[in-house]
């Protein structure tokens, strides 16, 4: 089957290109959108208030990531790309929300840079998706092991 409408999650981090990079080498055809959530969930356990000012600057932070994100797209040679900022909970957005809005046929996340206790504690994006999605998901490696 080949991958028409892939929705590609990013955080921002290092291994946002390299998730660009490897989606453009195996499906150059497709149309890619590449989506960063602004969490407004507060944080691993709801310990951040969120007042206009924080989101505010959650979002602008959120622009710039996306903005070089979709540069880098079309620096490689991936042109059929569109770019997209969503507030919630990146699990849900992730998992159901974007994909059924937009008809994604793959979402692909990077594995998680939590530490092992982050993990426990608050689960990663990637198990959630994995388990929550109607759609396929692919986990890419991103660490040189």
Not at 22 to 48: M, R, W
Not at 104 to 120: A, H
Request: aromatic share 6%; net charge negative.
């Amino acid at each position: 089957m080949a991958y028409k409408n892939i929705l590609v999650a990013i955080d921002g981090s290092d291994v946002s290109n390299v998730l660009i990079k490897k989606v453009h080498e195996f499906a150059p055809d497709a149309h890619i959108d590449i989506l960063n959530v602004v969490d407004t969930s507060g944080g691993y356990f709801g310990t951040i208030v969120m007042n206009a000012d924080i989101i505010y600057q959650m979002e602008q932070d959120a622009e710039v990531v996306i903005n070089k994100s979709y540069e880098y797209a079309h620096q490689i040679g991936h042109n059929d790309v569109d770019v997209h900022v969503r507030f919630g909970t990146p699990k849900q957005v992730i998992a159901r929300d974007f994909p059924k809005d937009h008809k994604s046929d793959l979402i692909v996340v990077g594995e998680t840079g939590l530490s092992p206790l982050q993990r426990v504690m608050a689960g990663t994006v990637p198990s959630f998706v994995t388990q929550a999605s109607r759609t396929d998901v692919l986990i890419m490696r991103v660490s040189e092991s």
